[in-house]
C-alpha cells in the first residue's frame, strides 16, 4: 500500500536558521509531489510542486526552496528562516489518475 | 485561474441539527475535479470525497451528502444530525484533470459542533 512520510512533526528553530523538511512517499513510482503551506487560521497555500526527479516549480516566490533528489524523496529547504515562514507544511503526492491527493501529518513550524 | 471561496468562515450548530457547507468555483477547464477535506485539530487532511465535473449526481456516504450543481459552480457539502466528532475545518478544493494537477483550496471553514 501507498504511505507517506513526513518529518518531523515539529519544529522550532531560529530566525536566521536554516531549515530541511523532507517528504518521502513509499509504494509508488513517479508520484506528482506537492508542499503545501497552511498559516495559522488560514487556508492552504501551494509552495511547490513536481512532476519528476530534479524537476521543480515554484507557486509562489519566498525564503524557501525544494528540491527531488529521488523519485519519492521531496524536501523543503531554507537557507535563512524568516518569522512568516512560521505555518503548518504539509507533503503531498497524487498518482497518474488523481483518484485524491494523499497528504503527509505534516510539520508544524515555529520561528522564534 | 482557478478559484475556490467557501463564503462561511465559521459555523456553530447544536448536535443533531443538519449542517451545510458551501463551496463555489471558478475555472476554465472543461474537465475538472472537486474535493472536499476534514482537517481535525491534529491538521492532518482527512480525505472525504472526490467528484469528477461529468458526474452531477448527487452522492450520500453516511451522514455526509454532496449537492454538485454544474449550473451553478457550487459543490455544497452536508451533514446531517451533526455529532460533536465532526467539529473541524473543512476544505473544498479544485484540480485539473492532466499534467501537474495542483490543488486549489478554498479558505476553509471551521465547523463547530455544540453539544
Known amino acids: 500500500s501507498q504511505t507517506i512520510h513526513q518529518w518531523p512533526a515539529t519544529l522550532v528553530q531560529p530566525v536566521g536558521s536554516p531549515l530541511s523538511l523532507e517528504c518521502t512517499v513509499e509504494?509508488?513510482?513517479?508520484?506528482?509531489l506537492y508542499w503545501y503551506r497552511q498559516a495559522a487560521g488560514r487556508g492552504l497555500q501551494l509552495l511547490f510542486y513536481s512532476v519528476g526527479i530534479g524537476q521543480i516549480s515554484s507557486e509562489v516566490p519566498q525564503n524557501l526552496s525544494a528540491s527531488r533528489p529521488q523519485d519519492r524523496q521531496f524536501i523543503l529547504s531554507s537557507k535563512k528562516l524568516l518569522l512568516s515562514d512560521s505555518g503548518f507544511y504539509l507533503c503531498a503526492w497524487t498518482g497518474t489518475s488523481n483518484y485524491g491527493y494523499t497528504f503527509g501529518s505534516g510539520t508544524r513550524l515555529t520561528v522564534v | 485561474a482557478q478559484k475556490v471561496t467557501q463564503a462561511q468562515t465559521e459555523i456553530s450548530v447544536v448536535e443533531k441539527e443538519d449542517v451545510t457547507l458551501d463551496c463555489v468555483y471558478e475555472t476554465r477547464d472543461t474537465t475538472y475535479y472537486l474535493f472536499w477535506y476534514k482537517q481535525p485539530p491534529s491538521g492532518e487532511l482527512v480525505f472525504l470525497i472526490r467528484?469528477?465535473?461529468?458526474?452531477?449526481q448527487n452522492e450520500i456516504s453516511g451522514r455526509y451528502s454532496w449537492n454538485f450543481q454544474k449550473s451553478t459552480s457550487s459543490f455544497n457539502f452536508t451533514i446531517t444530525a451533526s455529532q460533536v466528532v465532526d467539529s473541524a475545518v473543512y476544505f473544498c478544493a479544485l484540480s485539473g484533470v492532466w499534467g501537474a494537477q495542483k490543488l486549489v483550496f478554498g479558505q476553509g471553514t471551521r465547523l463547530t459542533i455544540n453539544p
Open positions: 509504494g509508488t513510482s513517479n508520484p506528482n
Open positions: 467528484r469528477n465535473s461529468f458526474d452531477e
